[in-house]
């Protein structure tokens, strides 16, 4: 009899430690949620609300001949003293202004230039541009790489939250009322109850690929990856997305870092600017316009970045992008890379990015992400309301820890997948386990508001 009724014992168990970690996953991760859910929201827009910024610039007063491109590109130059040009923007439109970014360290400017009287219509740092703000608000709440760790910490227990509230949701022979969809019925606590995990149902695979699509951005995971991948690589590993803010910044410094002439400049206190021939822009803008690049495409002089002028297409639908290798002397295209050639990991990648920005398909794209974000709400809102519904005074409201502390090889083998896929979540919970066996179950009166002591 014993040995029949243990598996449903452990069965019994596994839900229960389940339950309690569901509940501390999310009390720790509903903030950052709500915060990743709202910024992540507004960037799905970025195309159409850089459009509408952008439109005092994009449809110019034009009587006359263009400048050259190498002219527009001194005008910003010089709009910007001792910075280097970075890239030159194809113009989105034949009335529309240059966009020219010029750079100088960590620092990249965007000058906006009047096409046929070089006038300089604005200069803004990257860095302040509305939906660039919003991007690092999103990615590493404006901390730099440590940000970048506490929203990859939060990414990780959110994921945790998804799958043990899939577990708990998990129908055990009952019907689909309050499983596929709310029972109206029953009263408040019932709704509330079916409202969250119903709407936990219809979005957890959607949040999942958003959360997991964007770790390879985040600076510790996108580093162990990228770390991963040049074990046993004799080159350089390239990619196209930089991970964490102070792997950004490298790249721009680079980029920044035009050839030869420019230190020779600083040594000699001389305007970086001036002592480089962008003549080349003139044979090469024409060039890459032929090629039908997807917008934006941007064409930058050597630097420490690439030997070579190069053209790329920067657009957020990934699998459209190219890159292009060029001759600036003869104004000729040496070699061109699309993105089928790139390596599969960066196409898988390059695809859930595009994805998870909401580019990848359209505006059903924008949509879907747009209700990914709201339900992630409406599921962080209604477990806020459980929570209180149910709170007793006195005690945080965390299920009761179980005497036993055994769990199934089934559960124990799950934590440690994700301890290994997940390294932050991994340390973090190790970190955690140690706190409160070590610590907290030594406080009587914090055991007790934590819900630490066994119930039977």
Not at 273 to 279: L, N, T
Not at 416 to 422: G, K, W
């Given at each position: 009899?014993?040995?029949?009724?243990?598996?449903?014992?452990?069965?019994?168990?596994?839900?229960?430690?389940?339950?309690?970690?569901?509940?501390?996953?999310?009390?720790?991760?509903?903030?950052?949620?709500?915060?990743?859910?709202?910024?992540?929201?507004i960037?799905?827009?970025?195309?159409?609300?850089?459009?509408?910024?952008?439109?005092?610039?994009?449809?110019?007063?034009?009587?006359?001949?263009?400048?050259?491109?190498?002219?527009?590109?001194?005008?910003?130059?010089?709009?910007?003293?001792?910075?280097?040009?970075?890239?030159?923007?194809?113009?989105?439109?034949?009335?529309?202004a240059?966009?020219?970014?010029?750079?100088?360290?960590?620092?990249?400017?965007?000058?906006?230039?009047?096409?046929?009287?070089?006038?300089?219509?604005?200069?803004?740092?990257?860095?302040?541009?509305?939906?660039?703000?919003?991007?690092?608000?999103?990615?590493?709440?404006?901390?730099?790489?440590?940000?970048?760790?506490?929203?990859?910490?939060?990414?990780?227990?959110?994921?945790?939250?998804?799958?043990?509230?899939?577990?708990?949701?998990?129908?055990?022979?009952r019907?689909?009322?309050?499983?596929?969809?709310p029972?109206?019925r029953?009263?408040?606590?019932?709704?509330?109850?079916?409202?969250?995990?119903?709407?936990?149902?219809?979005?957890?695979?959607?949040?999942?690929?958003?959360?997991?699509?964007?770790?390879?951005?985040?600076?510790?995971?996108?580093?162990?990856?990228?770390?991963?991948?040049?074990?046993?690589?004799?080159?350089?590993?390239?990619?196209?997305?930089?991970?964490?803010?102070?792997?950004e910044?490298?790249?721009?410094?680079?980029?920044?870092?035009?050839?030869?002439?420019?230190?020779?400049?600083?040594?000699?206190?001389?305007?970086?600017?001036?002592?480089?021939?962008?003549?080349?822009?003139?044979?090469?803008?024409?060039?890459?316009?032929?090629?039908?690049?997807?917008?934006?495409?941007?064409?930058?002089?050597?630097?420490?970045?690439?030997?070579?002028?190069?053209?790329?297409?920067?657009?957020q639908?990934?699998?459209?992008?190219?890159?292009?290798?060029?001759?600036?002397?003869?104004?000729?295209?040496?070699?061109?890379?699309?993105?089928?050639?790139?390596?599969?990991?960066?196409?898988?990648?390059?695809?859930?990015?595009?994805?998870?920005?909401?580019q990848?398909?359209?505006?059903?794209?924008?949509?879907?992400?747009?209700?990914?974000?709201?339900?992630?709400?409406?599921?962080s809102?209604?477990?806020?309301?459980?929570?209180?519904?149910?709170?007793?005074?006195?005690?945080?409201?965390?299920?009761?820890?179980?005497?036993?502390?055994?769990?199934?090889?089934?559960?124990?083998?799950?934590i440690?997948?994700?301890?290994?896929?997940?390294p932050?979540?991994?340390?973090?919970?190790?970190?955690?386990?140690?706190?409160?066996?070590?610590?907290?179950?030594?406080?009587?009166?914090?055991?007790?508001?934590?819900?630490?002591?066994?119930?039977?």
């Open positions: 009899m014993n040995a029949i009724a243990r598996p449903d014992a452990k069965r019994g168990l596994d839900y229960r430690t389940v339950w309690r970690w569901h509940f501390y996953a999310g009390l720790f991760c509903i903030p950052f949620v709500l915060w990743l859910a709202a910024t992540g929201s960037y799905l827009f970025k195309p159409q609300i850089e459009r509408w910024l952008d439109r005092p610039y994009d449809h110019l007063a034009i009587d006359g001949p263009r400048a050259q491109p190498s002219a527009q590109a001194a005008a910003a130059l010089a709009a910007v003293p001792g910075a280097a040009l970075n890239a030159y923007e194809l113009p989105p439109s034949t009335d529309a240059a966009r020219v970014l010029v750079g100088e360290g960590e620092r990249l400017v965007r000058v906006y230039v009047h096409p046929q009287t070089l006038a300089i219509l604005k200069v803004v740092d990257e860095d302040t541009r509305p939906m660039r703000f919003i991007f690092r608000l999103h990615g590493e709440l404006m901390l730099g790489d440590r940000g970048s760790m506490i929203v990859e910490l939060a990414a990780s227990w959110t994921i945790v939250m998804l799958l043990t509230g899939l577990f708990l949701w998990w129908p055990r022979g019907g689909v009322a309050g499983i596929v969809y029972r109206l029953g009263g408040a606590r019932v709704f509330w109850r079916d409202l969250h995990a119903v709407t936990g149902l219809w979005i957890s695979v959607f949040a999942l690929f958003l959360l997991i699509s964007g770790l390879p951005w985040a600076a510790s995971w996108g580093g162990l990856l990228k770390e991963v991948r040049s074990l046993g690589s004799t080159t350089v590993v390239q990619q196209d997305w930089s991970s964490g803010r102070a792997s910044l490298t790249e721009r410094r680079a980029a920044n870092a035009a050839a030869g002439g420019e230190h020779a400049a600083h040594r000699m206190h001389v305007d970086a600017s001036a002592v480089r021939d962008y003549a080349a822009l003139d044979r090469l803008v024409p060039l890459v316009d032929a090629q039908g690049l997807a917008a934006p495409v941007l064409i930058a002089p050597p630097s420490r970045a690439a030997a070579t002028w190069t053209a790329r297409s920067d657009a639908n990934r699998p459209l992008r190219a890159n292009l290798e060029l001759d600036g002397a003869n104004g000729t295209i040496l070699a061109r890379s699309d993105f089928a050639q790139r390596p599969l990991l960066d196409r898988i990648v390059g695809i859930g990015v595009a994805a998870h920005e909401g990848l398909f359209g505006w059903p794209n924008q949509a879907l992400g747009a209700f990914t974000a709201l339900g992630l709400i409406l599921v809102s209604s477990a806020i309301v459980l929570w209180w519904r149910r709170r007793l005074r006195g005690v945080l409201g965390a299920p009761r820890a179980h005497a036993s502390q055994s769990m199934s090889a089934l559960l124990l083998g799950g440690a997948l994700l301890a290994l896929l997940l932050l979540f991994g340390l973090s919970l190790l970190a955690m386990l140690m706190l409160e066996r070590f610590a907290l179950r030594r406080s009587a009166r914090i055991s007790h508001f934590l819900g630490l002591r066994a119930a039977d």
